[in-house]
């Protein structure tokens, strides 16, 4: 099993562009919306400079996407 940790946006977006996303919009302060055209599903994702996205974070997108922790970070 595919243990979860901190991961920086890009790897976040790589993700999530794997999946079906694709940006949509800036949304509001630091964070954009990404959505996946097949079910029109929105995903907001924080994006700070310099820093990781924490764990607790990536396992609420995890959550709002539908798929496991497994397939998500080996993806």
Do not use: C
Not at 7 to 12: A, F, M, N
């Amino acid at each position: 099993m595919t243990e979860l940790r901190e991961l920086s946006y890009r790897e976040v977006v790589r993700r999530l562009s794997k999946l079906g996303f694709r940006f949509y919009r800036q949304g509001k302060g630091s964070h954009e919306l990404w959505v996946r055209d097949s079910d029109g599903r929105a995903m907001p994702v924080p994006r700070h400079q310099g820093k990781n996205i924490r764990k607790g974070t990536i396992r609420a997108i995890i959550r709002e996407v539908g798929v496991s922790v497994t397939e998500f970070m080996d993806s």
